[in-house]
């Protein structure tokens, strides 16, 4: 594999993880035992609760790429409870770190976007332990025989993006000289050479002006078609959706037998048609490679067909007309924070009442689904015959007896919740 295969697979801005919280310990079934002493009573603890899966936010990490070769995270479950009302010891929690800049989608919507380092997102909670007959003690039931399984922990499938947190953008066809440019103003070292695509990955730059700090990200070269997967450039324009504002450079001298304005005018469209948030991103045009002979007249000519954009003319090689672009970038920048500051409005509050369960007949059998008694089902005991006692009264309570005889459940037929499957007996 070459060098540059090698460098473009170490960057990973997209990927698949599964997430899994630990499940509670058991809650244990005991009953205290002592010489000489008569009717000891219930004594089993609860058991300790699964740990919770958290995404953390990272600054030190630039890529997906670690997630992509582990994208498992369970938690751990937590002890069963025991005797002499003894609780189990919960499970620690399990974290996994994310660039900064990682938007988090669960089921297709935006779980969260962590802008901001250290930032903690719960994605997977824990179970809570299953309680001992202890807990289960009253004055009617002095010595209840039942305990309970601990509750299962939240199982999801994450996809995370990542889209890298810069000031400005720095956009282009191939070899305008956009590596070159990132190389003067900050401290950053990306692949320079003199042939197309030459920049694979995103590079990231600090420049700074005065007491103004600006981060610069160099987007691999635009091409024709690069919105529909083209060249390059298709996969990380995602991450100049973020900038503040764009720098798009181009050669004084045009791009593959095209003048500077018709590249411009193509580079602009294949924005636009990625994402309309692109496609009116704010931008000033930075014409390079102004050190060329006829590269003057050239510019002239630019300006006359681009009146509505900013132009500036620089000479990335040279250094020559650097200090006006960046005094302009640090100015603007600053002027853009601030309207990105501005609170925005509140959304109204809306509550939706949901059923706790519903139930679905195929043929025979009737399947009861819902949060609610999916978990009563999987964390009762079913070898306790008073803990299934327990579950029937909790099925009826909630309704769920009622509404299998409307939908026309028979004595013998199959019902099923969860995992649990039994034959309907009103």
Request: charged letters at 30%; proline letters at 5%.
């Amino acid at each position: 594999m070459s060098t540059e295969q090698n460098d473009r697979s170490a960057f990973i801005d997209h990927t698949r993880i599964t997430v899994k919280g630990g499940q509670g310990g058991d809650g244990c079934l005991s009953f205290r035992r002592e010489k000489y002493i008569d009717m000891g009573g219930p004594d089993g603890g609860n058991g300790g609760r699964g740990g919770d899966v958290y995404l953390v936010s990272d600054a030190r990490r630039k890529s997906l790429l670690d997630l992509t070769y582990k994208p498992h995270f369970h938690a751990l479950d937590g002890s069963p409870g025991m005797g002499a009302n003894k609780y189990g010891r919960g499970a620690e929690d399990l974290i996994a770190l994310v660039p900064v800049g990682t938007v988090v989608y669960r089921d297709g919507k935006v779980l969260a976007d962590m802008k901001v380092p250290d930032q903690r997102l719960l994605v997977a909670q824990g179970g809570r332990g299953g309680r001992g007959n202890a807990a289960f003690k009253t004055h009617r039931n002095t010595a209840p025989k039942l305990s309970e399984k601990g509750e299962p922990g939240e199982k999801y499938v994450l996809d995370l993006e990542l889209k890298l947190l810069a000031d400005v953008g720095l956009i282009g066809c191939p070899n305008a000289g956009k590596s070159t440019l990132l190389s003067r103003l900050t401290s950053a070292r990306p692949k320079i050479a003199a042939y197309p695509f030459t920049t694979l990955n995103p590079n990231l730059g600090v420049a700074t002006w005065k007491n103004a700090r600006l981060v610069l990200a160099d987007i691999p070269g635009l091409i024709e078609g690069a919105h529909s997967g083209k060249g390059l450039g298709h996969d990380f324009l995602r991450h100049i959706e973020r900038t503040r504002m764009l720098f798009h450079l181009v050669d004084i001298d045009g791009f593959e037998n095209q003048d500077a304005a018709t590249t411009i005018r193509m580079i602009n469209k294949e924005l636009a048609l990625y994402s309309a948030v692109l496609g009116k991103k704010e931008m000033v045009i930075v014409a390079n490679k102004m050190d060329l002979t006829g590269a003057k007249k050239k510019l002239t000519a630019l300006r006359k067909k681009l009146r509505k954009y900013r132009i500036f003319a620089i000479s990335a090689a040279t250094g020559e007309g650097l200090d006006p672009l960046l005094s302009y970038a640090a100015k603007r920048v600053a002027e853009l924070e601030r309207d990105d500051d501005a609170p925005e409005p509140a959304e109204p509050i809306r509550f939706v009442v949901e059923r706790d369960f519903e139930v679905q007949r195929v043929g025979d059998q009737f399947f009861v689904r819902g949060k609610k008694p999916e978990r009563f089902a999987a964390m009762t005991q079913f070898s306790q015959p008073e803990a299934v006692r327990r579950f029937q009264n909790i099925l009826k309570k909630m309704g769920v007896e009622k509404e299998l005889a409307q939908q026309g459940a028979k004595p013998g037929d199959t019902v099923k919740v969860g995992t649990i499957e039994f034959f309907y007996e009103p």
